[in-house]
């Protein structure tokens, strides 16, 4: 894989503010780092919410807000494994879960990339 391709600016976890390193510039991600965080921002994005690509995103309007009973069984994972294959460099999704409390859902992911390195990331919405 063309490290120059697959790299990006760092983004916290947290804050989702571009991260500065000692010297106050912008801290660079590459290969492997950069498609974990494509996956989490992809999963704390709602489907519709980034103006420039209306279709990425999660799919969150179909899973939250409804009762357990009125969920498909796996509806919850399928909306989360839709939103994680929309990165190009996801080969497979290995595991995914989704913990849903009222309003949130707290989601845990591991996959395997094109490379064969897996990823894993935790994102609560």
């Not at 996956?39 to 999660?58: A, K, N, S, Y």
Request: net charge negative; aromatic share 4%.
């Amino acid at each position: 894989m063309d490290d120059n391709r697959n790299k990006t600016i760092r983004i916290d976890p947290e804050s989702r503010d571009i991260v500065l390193d000692e010297h106050g510039s912008m801290e660079m991600i590459y290969a492997d780092e950069t498609t974990a965080q494509c996956v989490r921002l992809t999963l704390q994005t709602w489907i519709t919410e980034f103006p420039l690509d209306v279709t990425h995103g999660t799919d969150y309007g179909r899973i939250l807000g409804k009762k357990a009973s009125e969920l498909e069984e796996d509806e919850a994972e399928e909306v989360l494994r839709d939103a994680i294959l929309q990165e190009q460099d996801v080969a497979q999704v290995d595991s995914v879960s989704a913990e849903i409390a009222g309003r949130s859902i707290a989601t845990s992911f591991k996959g395997t990339l094109y490379s064969g390195q897996t990823i894993s990331t935790e994102v609560t919405v």
